[in-house]
């Protein structure tokens, strides 16, 4: 039995996750919540070294399906390893990222069996769901020109055509109608602080609801 609250955060590349993410961590810590904000690929040692591998842009050989086993593994270690030992002790975890994502990039992406992503995801994560999850939705080219003037080097993912991204955010959209109550879809084409506002209503409304130690 969990007794801890899952918060996911989903989005296109640049849709702002990062800025939130620490924002959120930040108030809810001052708010005395025990917090641990994590992400994937990543989230233990084991799954920083399969994200290198994932995000390397050497690896353009690397198989769709490949591809997809290495965020299920990543993922796998993370659940085991990191969050259900911190739920368990009635902690919050905030996670860049979580199966969500391999529906929506690997599924709708890369057009992968959207079934099997299903089943690999529910044994990676052990059948482990997000309490809330946030969509922080934005047309793809803004999110792209974002990444691209924020950092020199895209990576692996990134670099993908402008039609696999646009794939991806059908994907999220496409979560977000399926499971309307756990993903909020935000508008994140509006500004960083504006966006915060609503994150930060919704998870105070959300929090109580679960009982916290
Ligand atoms: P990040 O840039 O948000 O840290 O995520 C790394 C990249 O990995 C990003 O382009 C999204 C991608 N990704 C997938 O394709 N499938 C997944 O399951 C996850 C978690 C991330």
């Known amino acids: 039995m969990n007794s801890g609250f899952f918060i996911t955060f989903e989005g296109t590349e640049g849709s702002g996750k990062t800025t939130q993410i620490h924002r959120l961590t930040e108030d809810l810590t001052k708010a005395e919540h025990r917090v641990k904000m994590t992400r994937e690929p990543g989230g233990t040692d084991?799954?920083?070294q399969i994200r290198t591998i994932l995000l390397d842009v050497d690896n353009s050989q690397l198989s769709p399906t490949s591809e997809l086993m290495l965020y299920a593994a990543s993922r796998a270690q993370h659940v085991g390893q990191k969050i259900i030992p911190a739920?368990?002790?009635?902690?919050?975890?905030?996670?860049?990222?979580?199966?969500?994502?391999?529906?929506?990039?690997?599924?709708y992406?890369?057009?992968?069996?959207?079934?099997?992503?299903?089943?690999?995801?529910?044994?990676?994560t052990n059948g482990l769901q997000p309490d809330l999850t946030f969509l922080l939705d934005l047309p793809i080219e803004i999110g792209l020109q974002r990444a691209t003037t924020s950092r020199d080097n895209?990576?692996?993912?990134?670099?993908?055509?402008?039609?696999?991204?646009?794939?991806?955010?059908?994907?999220?959209?496409?979560?977000?109608?399926?499971?309307?109550?756990?993903?909020?879809?935000?508008?994140a084409t509006q500004s960083v602080d504006e966006i915060y506002q609503q994150?930060?209503?919704?998870?105070?409304?959300?929090?109580?609801?679960?009982?916290?130690?």
């Not at 368990?88 to 599924?107: C, E, L, P």
């Not at 105070?204 to 916290?212: E, S």
């Open 109 to 124: 992406g890369r057009e992968l069996d959207l079934t099997l992503i299903q089943q690999l995801n529910t044994m990676a």
């Open 46 to 48: 084991i799954g920083d």
């Open 154 to 187: 895209l990576d692996r993912i990134e670099r993908e055509t402008l039609e696999f991204h646009r794939r991806v955010r059908t994907g999220y959209l496409a979560v977000a109608a399926a499971e309307p109550d756990r993903v909020q879809v935000v508008n």
């Open 87 to 107: 739920l368990k002790t009635g902690g919050i975890v905030v996670s860049d990222r979580f199966a969500d994502a391999s529906v929506a990039y690997q599924g």
């Open 199 to 213: 994150i930060w209503s919704i998870t105070q409304v959300r929090l109580p609801t679960k009982a916290l130690a």
